[in-house]
């Protein structure tokens, strides 16, 4: 069993800067990928950004050039840098983690963290 634990969320006025962390139980290079997701009010959860464990990294078009995934292995800590934030990236914040098996990947959440950006 993986345990990923958010914080940092809050809120911030547009254009601000906050920084999401998601600290997980385990070596995070024992985790494949990790990542985080958001679902604001009445929509559906979306990919925001991921790591895999050899540090390849990928974004949502909606947030490349605001937000950068970073990780410390030594606090077993994924971080998401969120800049020039937009009233639009209101959500909450939703770590992953995928963790292989010889047979299957499984798929660990945090609770989540609410970010809320006023215009």
């Known amino acids: 069993q993986v345990q990923l634990v958010e914080s940092g969320g809050g809120l911030v006025q547009a254009g601000g800067s906050l920084r999401l962390s998601c600290a997980a139980s385990?070596?995070?290079?024992?985790?494949?990928?990790l990542g985080w997701y958001r679902r604001a009010p009445g929509k559906q959860r979306e990919l925001v950004t991921t790591?895999?464990?050899?540090?390849?990294?990928n974004y949502a078009d909606s947030v490349k050039g605001r937000f950068t995934i970073s990780r410390d292995s030594a606090k077993n800590t994924v971080y998401l840098q969120m800049n020039s934030l937009k009233p639009e990236d209101t959500a909450v914040y939703y770590c992953?983690?995928?963790?292989?098996?010889?047979?299957?990947?499984?798929?660990?959440w945090g609770r989540g963290t609410q970010v809320t950006v006023s215009s």
């Open positions: 992953n983690g995928k963790v292989r098996s010889r047979y299957s990947v499984s798929d660990y």
């Open positions: 385990i070596n995070i290079f024992s985790i494949e990928a």
């Open positions: 790591i895999t464990s050899g540090g390849f990294t």
